[in-house]
C-alpha cells in the first residue's frame, strides 16, 4: 500500500515554478511520507517538461533542471517508483471512464493516474488538477494539497 500517490500536475509544481508551486513545497517539506510514483510518471512529468519548453512556458534550462530534481528525488528515495499491475489499473481506468467521460470529459492519463491511485490503495491523492480532483473524490480518494 502506497501511502501517498502523486499525478503529473503536483509533481509539475513541486519541481517547476508555478502558481501552484509554493503550496506544493510546502507540502513535501510538511509531510514524512515519500511520494509513490509509477513508471508511466517520469514519462509523463518529462514529456509535460518538454512541452512546456516546446510552447516556451519553461525555459529550456529550467525543464532540465527540473527533470535533474525529480531524478535526484528519485534516487534519494523521496519519490519512491512503485509497481502495480499494469492490467488492472487499465481495466479500472476503462470502468471509470465508462461511468464518468460521458457527463464528465476526463482525460485518459487523468483516469489512469486516480486508477493507480486506487489500485495502491493510496491514503493521499495528490493533484492541482481541479477535473482530477472532483473524480477522485467521487471514487473515494483523499485529495491534497
Same mark, same amino acid.
Given at each position: ?13 513541486? $519541481? ?28 509523463? $512529468? ?23 530534481? $525529480? #531524478? ?6 523521496f519519490l519512491q ?13 476503462e470502468r471509470m ?30 493533484? $492541482?488538477?481541479?477535473? #482530477? ?13
Amino acid at each position: 500500500m502506497a501511502k501517498v500517490f502523486a499525478d503529473t500536475s503536483f509533481l509539475f509544481s513541486l $519541481f517547476g515554478n508555478d502558481a501552484h508551486t509554493p503550496r506544493a513545497r510546502r507540502w513535501a517539506r510538511q509531510s514524512a511520507e515519500p511520494i509513490a510514483i509509477t513508471v508511466l510518471s517520469p514519462y509523463e $512529468f518529462g514529456n509535460a517538461l518538454r512541452f512546456a519548453s516546446f510552447r516556451k512556458s519553461v525555459p529550456r534550462p529550467d525543464a532540465l533542471a527540473s527533470l535533474a530534481s $525529480f #531524478q535526484a528525488d528519485l534516487r534519494t528515495g523521496f519519490l519512491q517508483l512503485t509497481s502495480c499491475d499494469l492490467v488492472a489499473v487499465v481495466e479500472e481506468a476503462e470502468r471509470m471512464s465508462n461511468r464518468h467521460t460521458w457527463t464528465g470529459g476526463h482525460r485518459s492519463f487523468d483516469l489512469l493516474h486516480i486508477a493507480t491511485a486506487k489500485m495502491l490503495k493510496t491514503a493521499t491523492f495528490l493533484t $492541482f488538477d481541479s477535473k #482530477q480532483r472532483k473524480l477522485a473524490i467521487i471514487e473515494g480518494l483523499l485529495v491534497r494539497p
